[in-house]
């Protein structure tokens, strides 16, 4: 056996035994070649899933027992390699992400509907595993905060199952969706950093457990009224009026910086209206507490609105006495 790996990099080429100079190196050579070698125990693990993937058609099912001894590696750590690189061929991967980070998203899968009924899939989604390694390398996320997001993103999936699958209809529903914005996460734009946002085709997929008669409630910020609108068309509701909670504390904006927040209003089939002393004013003042927490008014006013009917609140982030919830806190 040759005691050269196939490893040069201008002046540099790595053997077994080291690394021969074969000429002056310049100061970015070197420091090139010193994150290589920093990348060099990431690249192994991609290195062993590839060959035990090729390893497949010489030695079967041997093939861990076989290639653990090659190695002097565990069989079950081979397993995880090969898996990884089964999933995510070449063209996925991101040079800017670590093995662990691939690792995270490898596992999501795609929702599919069977008699009638929604269930997780066994197909992997691709299109949101791009996603995400999208918005980790975009936003240098770490591993833990990958895998965060992630793990939200499954129980937003169970939710969304649930929710499809619920025999109970409602006749009243708050929505409070987690708008995507397009700046990305630092210490001056904390939006992103408080709850995992939602796509707009994430959203319109999801089916509503609403009664034939149902009024809807849902939260908006005023620079994605536009997305709002498709929402509620994608949804079957029609919009109606809207009311206007205004903030004790000032917020972010380029243009004008928000102190209020809509909370659209919209139908679909011809739930009765609330009766004319119950019909609170258009415009109401609370404090503003935790990131997307909503007043409690606003639960007052829709509670003397449709006092009698069943209601849900979806993208929930507390449970609340009366009220059905679905949402990554509830």
């Not at 005691?3 to 080291?18: K, V």
């Not at 093939?63 to 750590?77: K, M």
Request: glycine fraction near 4%; include cysteine; charge should be negative.
């Amino acid at each position: 056996m040759s005691n050269e790996l196939q490893l040069q990099t201008g002046p540099y080429r790595t053997t077994f035994i080291g690394t021969e100079i074969v000429r002056e190196s310049t100061k970015d050579e070197w420091e090139v070649y010193g994150e290589i070698l920093r990348r060099v125990d990431e690249a192994k693990q991609w290195a062993i899933g590839d060959w035990l993937v090729d390893g497949k058609r010489h030695y079967g099912d041997g093939l861990y027992q076989n290639a653990a001894v090659i190695l002097g590696l565990d069989e079950n750590y081979l397993r995880h390699c090969k898996s990884l690189c089964e999933t995510l061929l070449c063209d996925v991967r991101r040079h800017a992400l670590t093995f662990e980070h691939h690792r995270q998203v490898a596992s999501l899968k795609l929702i599919v509907e069977d008699k009638d009924k929604l269930k997780l899939g066994n197909d992997t989604d691709y299109d949101k595993i791009q996603e995400f390694l999208s918005i980790a390398e975009k936003d240098s996320l770490s591993v833990r905060d990958l895998r965060d997001s992630v793990s939200t993103y499954k129980r937003r999936q169970q939710d969304e199952i649930r929710l499809a699958n619920e025999p109970t209809k409602y006749s009243v529903i708050v929505a409070d969706p987690a708008w995507e914005y397009d700046f990305s996460v630092s210490d001056s734009r904390k939006i992103d950093n408080n709850y995992l946002p939602t796509s707009i085709a994430d959203m319109s997929r999801l089916k509503i457990p609403a009664a034939e008669d149902c009024v809807l409630f849902m939260w908006a910020t005023s620079p994605k009224l536009n997305i709002a609108f498709e929402l509620l068309a994608a949804w079957g509701f029609e919009y109606k009026t809207c009311g206007i909670w205004v903030k004790d504390k000032i917020g972010m904006g380029y243009y004008f910086r928000q102190k209020h927040e809509l909370i659209l209003i919209a139908t679909k089939g011809s739930l009765q209206l609330p009766d004319e002393s119950k019909r609170p004013d258009s415009v109401f003042s609370a404090p503003r507490t935790e990131h997307s927490e909503k007043p409690e008014i606003s639960y007052e006013l829709i509670e003397q609105m449709y006092p009698e009917y069943n209601k849900l609140e979806m993208f929930a982030r507390t449970s609340r006495e009366g009220w059905d919830s679905w949402g990554d806190e509830s």
